[in-house]
């Protein structure tokens, strides 16, 4: 009586504990014969709520498909869950790739998309970043541009124009002459500046220096080692934003706890600064503080002392990538997928009025395919007069701009390193990732 | 004999075959992965011996993370126990709040590390400097902005996450504490500090090993509170061990240095928190 009790009690255990494993494993649905399922693993959040209406867009025209979109925001939270993704077996259908160095670690899961009618489409020096023995990995997500963006009214009431300023001597003497006037126009500082974030020092403030260095990101990519012939232009930088930068406790170290919402939607948004360097993506944080104050902004170059210095960098952030391990019918529904969305009527509606992106496509001319922000139409005024340089940041050493150089700007400005120490620890640094 | 067996295996069998696949398993591919170059993606993987063991004690980063967290670790084992240990003697004491006190200063752990450390770089970096603005404290601006308020930012947030639990092992244990000693120390003349610390430390001892451990452990381990509190920043200066074998995997993309890091951090902390126990657990007094 005991022992089958017992023996009872054991079964009914392994049973709860075999079930629950089954439970994990059967999760996906069974599917009609003819039906696809696509599964999209993207990374801008901020187009999250665009690309799910463009997917239920899609798939009203096209019943036999089944797209799921999933979102994980954030840089490296991305690698890394793109990682547990394909290790799970999870794989997605189309993903995000940021580059070469991405392109490079995960070609053997990524389908040339050399074929696609877009390809011709997309504009001179988008492709050359997932371009890999003659054959291309991505598709353009976007174009983003970054440069210092100031506050016109500001601008305005300081009797400063702003069109005028092309070069660092006169940003300079625009900034001092805010300074001069900063309790009359009600400002805590001239600039905001983000040391915390070394994404903005390390990688975007820095492709201003390389950018003249290298032609594109190409050469930096395969660059061994580095002359960082402009670095006395890129301290000019960093010391007008240091000096003239809004300081927690008054001194430069504390820069480094100013970070992206300190720097956007606290200081700038609220016009207690009238310039900080941020790029168009920066619109949305500062429309959703004070749309009166997103309206009235504009970029004002990087100017690089001894190279260009009426520029801004414009680039393509991130990348598009069908995965090659998927069925013929998988790829074939994602590679349409993504060509109706950058290529068709009611794509290209979508991408300028719901992604609010500046497109990286040719094609995109008629009269309501305007971009809407001022910092996406600035960005687009730049390339027309062409004053733009490269993103070459993307061809930095994997890691080195963010934990290297970022985390050196941050000693530098707390005091704990020279900045003739800070050049060399960047050669050193650079030259032995590339080995 | 055989009935036992069988009842022996049925409860233990389904832990034992969870714990092999979450623990055990990835243990031991984690071990062979750190003999190996893969980058975390490639299905190639070659093997390349002790190769990333030598490099990693080439590592700066590593190793300062290491001496950090050792600091860290310090700091917060002895401050979260004393400070559990305090709250457990307030808490015991006949107060009519005692019940509410027990859960308010149990709450602070009930709240994810994450969030926690959302909260209290809010705190450190707008609160603070409120407050140094109105007061004229200099010392008060600028938080988290250098290595050391870095530090004692992470020692304060884990202090007051951690002391509720384990006042909560020290309440367990004071009040298994039989009342007539107590109260015979009492007869005896001894006043209240005595009492403590002839009655009341020597019998909690058990409870003692228990939290040491327990603190001992998981400052070594922190992930979630030093990445949203401070990022590891500035310049790295406030990363600890955890964080910077992430970033080795994942930003880096060097999974087999990552793993050989993990291998190297299990075999200090295991040696570490063992013998901790043990020398604990032999000055432990009975009844």
């Given at each position: 009586?005991?022992?089958?009790?017992?023996?009872?009690?054991?079964?009914?255990?392994?049973?709860?504990?075999?079930?629950?494993?089954?439970?994990?494993?059967s999760k996906e649905s069974k599917q009609a014969a003819d039906q696809v399922t696509v599964d999209i693993f993207q990374f801008?959040?901020?187009?999250?709520?665009?690309l799910e209406?463009a997917v239920a867009e899609y798939m009203k025209e096209n019943p036999n498909v089944k797209i799921n979109v999933q979102?994980?925001?954030?840089?490296?939270?991305?690698?890394?869950?793109l990682k547990?993704k394909f290790a799970s077996g999870q794989e997605p259908a189309i993903m995000n790739m940021?580059?070469?160095?991405d392109v490079k670690d995960w070609i053997e899961k990524l389908e040339d998309l050399s074929d696609q009618p877009w390809v011709d489409k997309a504009?001179?020096?988008?492709l050359?970043?997932v371009t890999a023995d003659g054959k291309i990995y991505g598709m353009p997500f976007?174009?983003?541009?970054?440069?210092?963006?100031?506050?016109?009214?500001?601008?305005?009431?300081?009797?400063?124009?702003?069109?005028?300023?092309?070069?660092?001597?006169?940003?300079?003497?625009?900034?001092?002459?805010?300074?001069?006037?900063?309790?009359?126009?009600?400002?805590?500082?001239?600039?905001?500046?983000?040391?915390?974030?070394?994404?903005?020092?390390?990688?975007?403030?820095?492709?201003?220096?390389?950018?003249?260095?290298?032609?594109?990101?190409?050469?930096?990519?395969?660059?061994?080692?580095?002359?960082?012939?402009?670095?006395?232009?890129?301290?000019?930088?960093?010391?007008?934003?240091?000096?003239?930068?809004?300081?927690?406790?008054?001194?430069?170290?504390?820069?480094?706890?100013?970070?992206?919402?300190?720097?956007?939607?606290?200081?700038?948004?609220?016009?207690?600064?009238?310039?900080?360097?941020?790029?168009?993506?920066?619109?949305?944080?500062?429309?959703?503080?004070?749309?009166?104050?997103?309206?009235?902004?504009?970029?004002?170059?990087?100017?690089?002392?001894?190279?260009?210095?009426?520029?801004?960098?414009?680039?393509?952030?991130m990348y598009w990538a069908v995965n090659n391990g998927k069925d013929e019918s998988v790829k074939d529904a994602a590679k349409d997928f993504l060509n109706w969305l950058y290529t068709s009527?009611k794509g290209?509606?979508?991408?300028?009025?719901?992604?609010?992106?500046?497109?990286?496509f040719?094609?995109?001319?008629?009269?309501?395919?305007?971009?809407?922000?001022?910092?996406?139409?600035?960005?687009?005024?730049?390339?027309?007069?062409?004053?733009?340089?490269?993103?070459?940041?993307?061809?930095?050493?994997?890691?080195?701009?963010?934990?290297?150089?970022?985390?050196?700007?941050?000693?530098?400005?707390?005091?704990?390193?020279?900045?003739?120490?800070?050049?060399?620890?960047?050669?050193?640094?650079?030259?032995?990732?590339?080995? | 004999?055989?009935?036992?067996?069988?009842?022996?295996?049925?409860?233990?069998?389904?832990?034992?075959?969870?714990?092999?696949?979450?623990?055990?398993?990835?243990?031991?591919?984690?071990?062979?992965?750190?003999?190996?170059?893969?980058?975390?993606i490639r299905s190639q993987?070659?093997?390349?011996?002790?190769?990333?063991?030598?490099?990693?004690?080439?590592?700066?980063?590593?190793?300062?993370?290491?001496?950090?967290?050792?600091?860290?670790?310090?700091?917060?084992?002895?401050?979260?126990?004393?400070?559990?240990?305090?709250?457990?003697?307030?808490?015991?004491?006949?107060?009519?709040?005692?019940?509410?006190?027990?859960?308010?200063?149990?709450?602070?752990?009930?709240?994810?590390?994450?969030?926690?450390?959302?909260?209290?770089?809010?705190?450190?970096?707008?609160?603070?400097?409120?407050?140094?603005?109105?007061?004229?404290?200099?010392?008060?601006?600028?938080?988290?902005?250098?290595?050391?308020?870095?530090?004692?930012?992470?020692?304060?947030?884990?202090?007051?996450?951690?002391?509720?639990?384990?006042?909560?092992?020290?309440?367990?244990?004071?009040?298994?504490?039989?009342?007539?000693?107590?109260?015979?120390?009492?007869?005896?003349?001894?006043?209240?500090?005595?009492?403590?610390?002839?009655?009341?430390?020597?019998?909690?001892?058990?409870?003692?090993?228990?939290?040491?451990?327990?603190?001992?452990?998981?400052?070594?381990?922190?992930?979630?509170?030093?990445?949203?509190?401070?990022?590891?920043?500035?310049?790295?200066?406030?990363?600890?061990?955890?964080?910077?074998?992430?970033?080795?995997?994942?930003?880096?993309?060097?999974?087999?240095?990552?793993?050989?890091?993990?291998?190297?951090?299990?075999?200090?902390?295991?040696?570490?928190?063992?013998?901790?126990?043990?020398?604990?657990?032999?000055?432990?007094?009975?009844?």
């Amino acid at each position: 009586m005991k022992l089958k009790g017992k023996l009872l009690l054991i079964l009914s255990l392994l049973i709860v504990s075999a079930l629950m494993l089954v439970g994990c494993g059967s999760k996906e649905s069974k599917q009609a014969a003819d039906q696809v399922t696509v599964d999209i693993f993207q990374f801008k959040v901020e187009a999250k709520d665009a690309l799910e209406s463009a997917v239920a867009e899609y798939m009203k025209e096209n019943p036999n498909v089944k797209i799921n979109v999933q979102t994980v925001g954030g840089g490296d939270d991305y690698g890394a869950a793109l990682k547990s993704k394909f290790a799970s077996g999870q794989e997605p259908a189309i993903m995000n790739m940021g580059g070469m160095q991405d392109v490079k670690d995960w070609i053997e899961k990524l389908e040339d998309l050399s074929d696609q009618p877009w390809v011709d489409k997309a504009f001179n020096g988008t492709l050359e970043a997932v371009t890999a023995d003659g054959k291309i990995y991505g598709m353009p997500f976007a174009q983003e541009g970054y440069g210092f963006i100031y506050n016109k009214s500001i601008f305005e009431k300081a009797g400063i124009d702003a069109d005028s300023i092309k070069s660092f001597d006169a940003l300079q003497a625009a900034v001092k002459k805010l300074d001069a006037k900063k309790d009359e126009l009600g400002l805590k500082a001239v600039i905001s500046f983000p040391a915390k974030e070394t994404w903005v020092t390390g990688l975007h403030l820095s492709n201003a220096a390389f950018a003249n260095e290298f032609s594109d990101v190409v050469e930096a990519f395969n660059a061994k080692t580095i002359d960082f012939k402009y670095a006395d232009a890129f301290k000019k930088l960093i010391d007008l934003q240091a000096n003239y930068g809004y300081k927690p406790d008054g001194t430069k170290g504390s820069l480094n706890a100013v970070d992206y919402s300190t720097q956007v939607e606290e200081l700038f948004a609220l016009e207690q600064v009238a310039i900080t360097q941020q790029g168009n993506w920066a619109y949305g944080s500062i429309a959703g503080i004070d749309e009166e104050v997103a309206k009235n902004i504009g970029f004002l170059p990087i100017p690089v002392v001894g190279a260009k210095e009426d520029s801004i960098p414009v680039g393509i952030p991130m990348y598009w990538a069908v995965n090659n391990g998927k069925d013929e019918s998988v790829k074939d529904a994602a590679k349409d997928f993504l060509n109706w969305l950058y290529t068709s009527e009611k794509g290209k509606q979508m991408i300028i009025h719901d992604f609010k992106f500046i497109p990286p496509f040719k094609g995109y001319e008629g009269e309501n395919l305007e971009p809407t922000d001022p910092l996406a139409r600035d960005i687009l005024k730049y390339s027309n007069q062409d004053r733009t340089m490269p993103w070459v940041f993307m061809g930095y050493p994997t890691g080195w701009g963010m934990d290297k150089l970022g985390a050196d700007i941050q000693s530098y400005l707390a005091g704990d390193l020279s900045w003739n120490q800070l050049v060399e620890n960047a050669k050193t640094t650079w030259a032995e990732s590339r080995k | 004999m055989k009935r036992s067996k069988l009842a022996f295996w049925g409860f233990v069998g389904p832990s034992l075959f969870a714990f092999s696949l979450v623990v055990i398993i990835p243990l031991l591919v984690g071990i062979y992965y750190s003999f190996t170059d893969w980058n975390g993606i490639r299905s190639q993987v070659n093997f390349v011996g002790l190769t990333n063991y030598l490099d990693i004690f080439k590592d700066e980063g590593f190793v300062q993370a290491f001496i950090f967290t050792t600091k860290f670790t310090i700091a917060s084992v002895i401050s979260i126990n004393i400070m559990g240990f305090s709250l457990a003697l307030l808490v015991t004491r006949k107060l009519k709040i005692s019940n509410a006190l027990r859960t308010i200063f149990f709450m602070p752990n009930l709240i994810g590390g994450l969030i926690l450390g959302f909260i209290w770089q809010f705190i450190f970096t707008k609160g603070f400097a409120t407050l140094g603005e109105l007061t004229g404290q200099r010392w008060l601006l600028g938080w988290l902005s250098n290595q050391e308020t870095g530090f004692w930012g992470m020692v304060i947030l884990m202090a007051w996450q951690m002391s509720g639990y384990l006042m909560v092992i020290y309440v367990a244990a004071i009040q298994n504490i039989p009342k007539e000693l107590v109260e015979a120390a009492q007869i005896d003349g001894a006043n209240a500090w005595e009492r403590t610390k002839h009655i009341i430390f020597p019998l909690v001892r058990p409870a003692f090993t228990v939290s040491l451990f327990l603190t001992l452990s998981n400052s070594f381990k922190l992930y979630d509170q030093n990445l949203s509190l401070t990022g590891g920043g500035p310049a790295n200066s406030t990363q600890m061990i955890a964080m910077n074998i992430y970033n080795t995997a994942f930003k880096f993309n060097e999974m087999g240095v990552a793993q050989a890091k993990a291998v190297v951090f299990f075999l200090v902390i295991g040696v570490i928190t063992i013998s901790q126990v043990y020398i604990t657990k032999k000055s432990e007094v009975e009844m």
